[in-house]
């Protein structure tokens, strides 16, 4: 069985295009693939399936401890990438997720997605008891769960309470978690606690979450591109002011392939 492994600023994915035969995307094969040991290693498993609601592919995504992501922002450029390589004269792209089906335009080698709505759920920088301290969280929905913090929080704890918050009772399905500064209107850096995995370089999803609860608090502008700054390198969002529709471009590459034995 063949595989693409793939990276955007740094969130790296197993690829697999099971279109011709397709394959469900088990935990068992999530894991044992992004075993960064005796597998490829990766943060997420993203496999490409048939079409079913009139896109051009499917994708189904699975991080690296086996669970289930609705949407992975950094993966579906990966898979944008994937297929404008085998397709190299064609601009855009259909792609069916759990979360809708999002057009993806090829720039390059950068991929401009659509993102679908932000959710904000409950109150904007409601104060949230974790681990003996109270922070301000702002809960947004961008197809996956995420918790935007804008407190100013050090980097020894961030660990401790990326752990505790993904696993709130706020949150049933478990959370994601960014650690944002605002530098300006039009810039934010973030740190990412990724469900079922922890630490990553790159959280698309995130990145985009961190940009609308900005907005939406007044500390960010809506239509207007945000560069959002992760630890594996930047990417630009820009949300509607109705928080209807989100954009998100930034930059892909193969990094391998090969076989599976």
Excluded at 15 to 23: N, S, T, V
Excluded at 161 to 184: C, I, K, Q, W, Y
Excluded at 234 to 239: A, F, G, K, R, S
Aim: charged content about 25%.
């Amino acid at each position: 069985m063949m595989f693409w492994k793939y990276q955007g600023i740094g969130n790296d994915f197993v690829l697999l295009d099971r279109r011709a035969d397709p394959i469900p995307p088990t935990p068992d094969l999530a894991r044992s693939l992004c075993d960064r040991r005796v597998g490829v290693g990766a943060d997420g498993l993203v496999v490409l399936l048939p079409p079913s609601a009139g896109g051009d592919v499917r994708m189904a995504f699975r991080n690296a401890d086996g669970s289930t992501a609705e949407m992975c922002g950094n993966g579906i450029r990966c898979l944008a990438i994937h297929l404008h390589d085998g397709a190299p004269t064609r601009r855009e792209f259909l792609v069916e997720t759990d979360s809708g089906t999002r057009r993806c335009t090829i720039h390059g080698r950068e991929v401009e997605a659509e993102m679908g709505a932000a959710v904000i759920e409950g109150d904007p920088d409601e104060a949230v008891d974790v681990v003996g301290r109270s922070i301000r969280l702002t809960r947004v929905r961008t197809g996956n769960p995420h918790a935007v913090t804008f407190d100013p929080i050090a980097a020894s704890d961030r660990a401790a309470l990326g752990a505790a918050v993904e696993t709130h009772p706020l949150f049933p399905d478990r959370t994601n978690v960014e650690f944002t500064e605002v530098r300006s209107p039009s810039h934010l850096v973030v740190t990412v606690w990724e469900r079922g995995v922890g630490f990553t370089r790159a959280c698309g999803t995130g990145a985009c979450a961190a940009a609308a609860a900005a907005c939406r608090t007044g500390r960010a502008k809506f239509d207007s591109p945000i560069v959002v700054t992760l630890p594996g390198g930047d990417l630009t969002i820009t949300v509607r002011a109705d928080l209807s529709s989100m954009r998100m471009r930034g930059p892909a590459v193969k990094v391998f392939e090969g076989t599976i034995g």
